[in-house]
């Protein structure tokens, strides 16, 4: 079973583009200590990735789920939390799978 933030929600989109300095400080507003952030990689954060590591590996992939939850992290500021919670409900809503935030992967070894 594997977890991961979806490559192609808003969050890991602007973590990739932004510096490991840029997420200290914004962390450090939501009182996470720096020694807890590490610098950005991803490597099978797409459903594509997903299978070809599967497949490179002799597994198959049984079920796959995205998730979108509250953005508690941008609860920092009023707004951003407001927008955040909109598009939240809006992807929930319309059932726009592959924006959402995290990605649940159910991976099984081919017989």
């Not at 583009?17 to 939501?30: A, E, N, V, Y």
Request: glycine share 6%.
């Amino acid at each position: 079973i594997g977890k991961t933030p979806n490559f192609y929600h808003y969050v890991p989109i602007i973590a990739h583009l932004t510096p490991l300095s840029f997420h200290k400080f914004i962390m450090g507003l939501r009182g996470t200590p720096a020694l807890d952030l590490f610098p950005t990689t991803y490597l099978v954060n797409t459903e594509a990735d997903q299978k070809r590591l599967a497949k490179d590996s002799g597994f198959e992939i049984v079920e796959m789920e995205y998730i979108e939850a509250r953005p508690e992290y941008l609860r920092f500021f009023f707004l951003t939390y407001i927008v955040g919670i909109i598009y939240e409900r809006l992807v929930n809503l319309l059932g726009i799978k592959k924006m959402k935030v995290v990605m649940f992967t159910v991976f099984r070894k081919k017989a």
